[in-house]
């Protein structure tokens, strides 16, 4: 069957408002390292997968090694009710790296419902359904985390059980603290912070939900101390901070190994998914013992930390510390961002350029400063053709998201900027 047919299946029997990437979507059939074939044949350079599941490449032996010998075994899983070897060494590993003092981890199947967990620990913690969210985020897809994404073109339902004030703080680039200076945005959004909370909340909040760089949102990086202001007003109230950390964790950003340790602080709580399992379905929460302890019924997740996705979850995790994977994104993505602000400043569509690490968004604009969705599509059907695939994004559709996976190497780096370069100066071309 071709990649056509399986298009056209696939709209007849799936919902119209699942996204699909490109004007002639692709199947991926074999991958390896940063390369994807699809079943036309095609392969393509990914540069968008680093952050959605394959944190560190395809075909990594150690990953099918440990979920190998796991499979083996015969227990593809029995039931969380039974004792999980590699969940536990997993759940240290990940409290010991928190940071959080007398940390404990919860694992999930996703994202989403890691963010619907820590929001559950939260309230019932602070015994308050009242949380603040940040403009412009993206936290999931289920009834709590779809009600407090604020990302307008993301809240598939406006339908919430819980009570969600928004701050400014996410996206920098354009809106009414736009062109201000590191400083002077700080003490604008925590302003702002102050003001939300006198005048839209009760005062007992709950807890503040952040991704420390937006991901959906444009890979838009807030200054560093942001959340350490923002963390002071917090205290001073006694709300949760929650850093999700779905996209900036495991080292991605490059200087730090979570997003949120740019600004200072530890947070109360902290979510993860996507790259954890390098492609297996893992996520999970890792919080203060006592806020993480404060249910007092039975919860459990069936499938979440079963023993396949733990033994997948802890080779990855072992892998990108042992290979310094941190510091080869530290490394590449000054690479990139340099290499991508001399396109800018050849091309003016290209109206930033900006990230951290291998988190790197390129914002399209149109001649008079205005988003270009337009731009944004021709760059990423222009970079397929050229043989590379990358990801969009931005409350307007506007950015072009760059996240390869973890163990890139400079060859590659060099070829998605001579592609990058080329598809942009298309892009430039038509803009108007
Ligand atoms: N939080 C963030 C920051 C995300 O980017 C995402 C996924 N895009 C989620 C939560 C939800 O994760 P999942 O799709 O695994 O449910």
Same mark, same amino acid.
């Given at each position: 069957?071709?990649?056509?047919?399986?298009?056209?299946?696939?709209?007849?029997?799936?919902?119209?408002?699942?996204?699909?990437?490109?004007?002639?979507?692709?199947?991926?059939?074999?991958?390896?390292?940063?390369?994807?074939?699809?079943?036309?044949?095609?392969?393509?350079?990914?540069?968008?997968?680093?952050?959605?599941?394959?944190?560190?490449?395809?075909?990594?032996?150690?990953?099918?090694?440990?979920?190998?010998?796991?499979?083996?075994?015969?227990?593809?899983?029995?039931?969380?009710?039974?004792?999980?070897?590699?969940?536990?060494?997993?759940?240290?590993?990940?409290?010991?790296?928190?940071?959080?003092?007398?940390?404990?981890?919860?694992?999930?199947?996703?994202?989403?419902?890691?963010?619907?967990?820590?929001?559950?620990?939260?309230?019932?913690?602070?015994?308050?359904?009242?949380?603040?969210?940040?403009?412009?985020?993206?936290?999931?897809?289920?009834?709590?985390?779809?009600?407090?994404?604020?990302?307008?073109?993301?809240?598939?339902?406006?339908?919430?059980?819980?009570?969600?004030?928004?701050?400014?703080?996410?996206?920098?680039?354009?809106?009414?603290?736009?062109?201000?200076?590191?400083?002077?945005?700080?003490?604008?959004?925590?302003?702002?912070?102050?003001?939300?909370?006198?005048?839209?909340?009760?005062?007992?909040?709950?807890?503040?939900?952040?991704?420390?760089?937006?991901? &959906? !949102?444009?890979?838009?990086? +807030?200054?560093? /101390?942001?959340? @350490?202001?923002?963390? $002071?007003?917090?205290?001073?109230? #006694?709300?949760?901070?929650?850093?999700?950390?779905?996209?900036?964790?495991?080292?991605?950003?490059?200087?730090?190994?979570?997003?949120?340790?740019?600004?200072?602080?530890?947070?109360?709580?902290?979510?993860?998914?996507?790259?954890?399992?390098?492609?297996?379905?893992?996520?999970?929460?890792?919080?203060?013992?006592?806020?993480?302890?404060?249910?007092?019924?039975?919860?459990?997740?069936?499938?979440?930390?079963?023993?396949?996705?733990?033994?997948?979850?802890?080779?990855?995790?072992?892998?990108?510390?042992?290979?310094?994977?941190?510091?080869?994104?530290?490394?590449?993505?000054?690479?990139?961002?340099?290499?991508?602000?001399?396109?800018?400043?050849?091309?003016?569509?290209?109206?930033?350029?900006?990230?951290?690490?291998?988190?790197?968004?390129?914002?399209? &604009? !149109?001649?008079?400063?205005? +988003?270009?969705? /337009?731009?944004? @599509?021709?760059?990423? $059907?222009?970079?397929?053709?050229? #043989?590379?695939?990358?990801?969009?994004?931005?409350?307007?559709?506007?950015?072009?998201?760059?996240?390869?996976?973890?163990?890139?190497?400079?060859?590659?780096?060099?070829?998605?900027?001579?592609?990058?370069?080329?598809?942009?100066?298309?892009?430039?071309?038509?803009?108007?």
């Amino acid at each position: 069957m071709s990649e056509s047919e399986l298009l056209s299946r696939h709209r007849a029997v799936l919902p119209n408002w699942l996204a699909l990437y490109y004007d002639e979507p692709i199947e991926i059939a074999h991958a390896e390292g940063r390369h994807v074939t699809d079943s036309d044949g095609v392969t393509y350079l990914d540069f968008f997968a680093g952050i959605l599941t394959n944190a560190i490449g395809y075909g990594v032996a150690e990953i099918s090694d440990a979920v190998r010998s796991q499979i083996d075994t015969g227990v593809l899983h029995t039931s969380t009710l039974y004792l999980i070897r590699k969940q536990v060494e997993l759940a240290e590993q990940i409290a010991e790296l928190s940071g959080i003092p007398d940390a404990k981890v919860f694992f999930t199947n996703s994202g989403t419902e890691a963010n619907e967990t820590a929001l559950m620990l939260a309230t019932q913690y602070r015994r308050s359904n009242q949380v603040l969210a940040l403009r412009n985020s993206y936290h999931g897809r289920a009834f709590a985390t779809v009600g407090i994404t604020g990302n307008r073109g993301w809240s598939a339902s406006a339908l919430s059980p819980v009570k969600v004030s928004y701050v400014h703080g996410g996206y920098r680039f354009r809106g009414p603290f736009a062109g201000m200076s590191d400083a002077d945005y700080i003490a604008a959004c925590v302003d702002d912070l102050r003001d939300v909370l006198a005048t839209t909340t009760s005062g007992d909040v709950a807890a503040m939900i952040a991704e420390p760089i937006q991901g &959906v !949102g444009g890979f838009s990086v +807030p200054p560093d /101390g942001l959340f @350490g202001a923002f963390k $002071e007003v917090l205290d001073e109230y #006694g709300i949760l901070l929650i850093s999700d950390e779905v996209q900036t964790g495991w080292g991605r950003t490059g200087e730090h190994f979570w997003g949120i340790q740019a600004h200072g602080v530890t947070p109360d709580l902290m979510t993860f998914a996507k790259g954890l399992g390098n492609g297996l379905a893992i996520g999970g929460v890792v919080a203060r013992g006592e806020i993480m302890d404060c249910l007092t019924a039975n919860s459990i997740s069936t499938f979440g930390g079963n023993p396949v996705s733990t033994a997948g979850a802890k080779a990855t995790l072992d892998y990108l510390l042992a290979h310094d994977l941190q510091g080869n994104a530290a490394k590449l993505g000054d690479k990139l961002l340099g290499g991508l602000r001399d396109v800018a400043g050849r091309y003016p569509v290209l109206g930033d350029v900006r990230g951290k690490g291998l988190m790197i968004g390129l914002e399209l &604009v !149109g001649r008079g400063g205005d +988003p270009a969705p /337009g731009a944004a @599509g021709r760059v990423l $059907e222009e970079t397929k053709s050229r #043989g590379l695939l990358v990801g969009k994004g931005g409350l307007h559709g506007n950015v072009i998201r760059l996240a390869p996976p973890m163990t890139l190497t400079e060859e590659e780096a060099d070829e998605a900027l001579s592609i990058l370069d080329a598809s942009v100066a298309v892009a430039d071309r038509e803009v108007s």
